[in-house]
């Protein structure tokens, strides 16, 4: 096995959800210039979950017409949409346009939308392609996806996204302060990051030109052995690997798909309750996990995130956007080396992540003037329960795949199934609240008065 060939494998993976991911570290930064504002997070959420159509549209294609649809141009087309889309960002991704009598970010939701395709579209695309190559590179493409969300983050925080301090507002630079509120002496000015978004952008698409590059390389390697014969774990080991899962819009339907549309009928045909190990009603307490899960982590917390970090400050924002996407890729590391199956273990860590994800919330629907606003312990408490959240709910997801791989081919495309209707579901649940009823309140860390 030559090692520039697991090279190649991990730098393909990483294209798979570094676009999406590199989005969520920079928004504390952009924030503060698109005219969205503290709302903007819940605009993506909506957009993300439309770019699903991506893999609906190839799943669509698997179904109609089996056996004719090959992955490889599928990749190479959304890779490239990807590498282009990075580079448009770069140059507009501030033109605005009025509509409604508002500004709006018409060109950065447009790109955004053909990014997250990408990222969408990956996980129905790579790793069938994966597939064709030996079982031994698999896991090298596992840990580049799972460098798709440690990237970005560590780029975001050598940039210093969002960095902010409270100056009197008769010495602040007007260009880069917030207009004080009413008897306000404060206001936030904006530090300039090391390096501007269009150079953060650009790195994305230098990442993705990087993963479009590895797969054209994969892709001429020469094909002297078997391709559909091997398998990802010998018959005599009781644990598979745990596949990472890594994005905002985790799929659980990423699965090798059966050699031929004869044993693709027979495994579509086979019953959910394919071992007898696992109950009806256990596994609709899995299914019901998979549904919250994504519905927490795809949906409802990322819509309200500014809420609940920006009242602590512009660093605490900036380290729970980053450090929750390293607690994403750590969690998935973490499950490959210490799976647990208990769903007893399972449901407890669910129950854990959800309360973080609880005080979250409650500290968003609390703002501008959450519990310990003015002290560093609510801060680092903000932080830490973002990261528990993500960590947490995380390694449940990992292992709710791998349970449901061990079931059958059924049931882990219902598996999809429910992880996107709990991902569109918080997405459409927190989009109304957020900017029809606007039950979060915005408000200026420096100039905000709270009441003691």
Not at 232 to 239: F, H
Not at 240 to 261: E, F, L, R
Not at 297 to 308: M, R
Request: neutral net charge; proline residues 7%; charged residues 10%.
């Amino acid at each position: 096995m030559p090692l520039w060939v697991h090279a190649l494998a991990c730098a393909f993976g990483l294209g798979s959800w570094v676009a999406v991911n590199g989005l969520w570290v920079e928004l504390p930064l952009l924030v503060t210039v698109l005219p969205e504002g503290w709302d903007l997070p819940s605009y993506l959420t909506v957009i993300i979950q439309l770019a699903n159509l991506g893999p609906l549209l190839v799943a669509l294609c698997h179904r109609l017409c089996p056996g004719r649809v090959r992955e490889a141009p599928v990749v190479s087309g959304v890779l490239g949409v990807g590498v282009l889309a990075c580079v448009l960002l770069a140059a507009f991704w501030r033109r605005t346009t009025w509509i409604l009598g508002q500004q709006r970010s018409t060109a950065f939701f447009v790109l955004v939308f053909f990014l997250a395709l990408l990222d969408c579209t990956s996980s129905v695309t790579f790793l069938p392609f994966m597939m064709s190559l030996p079982a031994k590179y698999v896991s090298s493409f596992f840990v580049g996806e799972g460098l798709s969300g440690l990237a970005p983050a560590l780029v975001a925080l050598a940039q210093g996204v969002g960095m902010a301090r409270c100056v009197n507002a008769s010495h602040a630079s007007s260009a880069n302060a917030s207009v004080p509120s009413e008897g306000g002496g404060f206001v936030t000015e904006y530090l300039p990051p090391h390096f501007s978004p269009e150079v953060f952008f650009a790195l994305l698409g230098v990442m993705t030109a990087v993963s479009l590059a590895a797969f054209a390389a994969l892709h001429r390697l020469p094909r002297t052995y078997q391709l559909s014969t091997e398998h990802l774990v010998p018959e005599s080991q009781s644990d598979p690997p745990v596949t990472s899962v890594t994005s905002v819009t985790s799929v659980c339907s990423a699965v090798d798909p059966p050699s031929s549309p004869k044993a693709r009928r027979e495994t579509q045909s086979r019953p959910l309750l394919a071992k007898p190990g696992h109950s009806a009603s256990q596994l609709a307490f899995i299914y019901c996990m998979v549904v919250w899960v994504n519905s927490a982590t795809n949906g409802l917390l990322p819509s309200v995130q500014t809420f609940s970090c920006m009242p602590y400050g512009h660093l605490a924002y900036h380290l729970s956007a980053a450090l929750a996407s390293v607690a994403n890729p750590v969690a998935c590391i973490i499950a490959m080396f210490r799976p647990k199956r208990s769903l007893v273990c399972l449901g407890v860590l669910c129950l854990l992540g959800s309360a973080f994800g609880a005080y979250n919330m409650a500290m968003a629907s609390m703002s501008p003037c959450p519990l310990l606003q003015d002290s560093p312990l609510g801060a680092a408490l903000i932080v830490m329960s973002w990261v528990f959240f993500t960590g947490l709910l995380s390694y449940v997801k990992v292992m709710v795949g791998v349970i449901l791989r061990d079931e059958s081919h059924s049931a882990l495309v219902w598996c999809g199934v429910a992880a996107q209707a709990g991902s569109l579901l918080g997405s459409v649940t927190m989009f109304p609240l957020v900017n029809v009823y606007h039950l979060f309140q915005a408000g200026d860390f420096c100039s905000t008065r709270c009441p003691s």
